[in-house]
Structures are given as C-alpha cells and as structure tokens.
Nanobody, 116 residues
Framework: VQLQASGGGLVQAGGSLRLSCAAS????????MGWYRQPPGKERRLVAL???????SYGDSDQNHFAISRDKGKDTVYLQMNSLKPEDTAVYYC???????????WGQGTQFTVSS
C-alpha cells in the first residue's frame, strides 16, 4: 500500500487549507484512513480518522477547526483546515489501516506552516 499526500505549504494565520491523500495498492476494506501531525520537536499525534464507510472521529477536542472527509468508493482522504493558527504548523502524515489488523501504512508526510 502506498499513500501520497499533497496540499502542504505556507498559509497565513486565519486562513484555510485542504490536504489530500490518495492510497493505492492492495487495499482491503473495511479500513480506516486518517491524519496525524508532528509539530517541530514534538511527538506525532492523531488529528482525525475516517472509516471506509465514512464515519469520522477526531483525536483532540481542541481541533474543532478541522474536518476529515473521504471520497465514497475511493481511498482518498481529505483534511479541511480552517481558522488556522501558528501552532497548527507541523508535518502532516496520512495513514491507512485495515480494520481488525494492527499494520498501519504511512504516507511520506507533508509540511504545513502557518505564519502569524
């Protein structure tokens, strides 16, 4: 399984950005795709997950300015980010895991910087 993320870059505080991640290869359903982020000098943390049936969940109640979505019938996941803050600056990683299995696939990460 390969995951290709895109959409990172530089945005001013208060702006919006959407990240995309397309999975390819031997993908098994049902599965869950998600986004994690790793700020500079900190550990990687969960942002949001979404199942292949479209059920979302979020890892941090403070991240209510994020919205995860997924194309029906496709293994592509999006992360819409609004009202961005400098503390949202991080490398964002997408992931995929088949439900019931522990193996988790990771994308290469996409850098995202919010300037104040």
């Amino acid at each position: 399984v390969q995951l290709q993320a895109s959409g990172g870059g530089l945005v001013q505080a208060g702006g919006s950005l959407r990240l995309s991640c397309a999975a390819s290869g031997s993908i098994v359903s049902p599965n869950v795709m998600g986004w994690y982020r790793q700020p500079p000098g900190k550990e990687r943390r969960l942002v949001a997950l979404i199942t292949s049936s479209g059920r979302p969940s979020y890892g941090d109640s403070d991240q209510n300015h994020f919205a995860i979505s997924r194309d029906k019938g496709k293994d592509t996941v999006y992360l819409q980010m609004n009202s961005l803050k400098p503390e949202d600056t991080a490398v964002y990683y997408c992931s995929l895991r088949t439900l019931g299995q522990t193996l988790q696939y990771w994308g290469q990460g996409t850098q995202f910087t919010v300037s104040s």
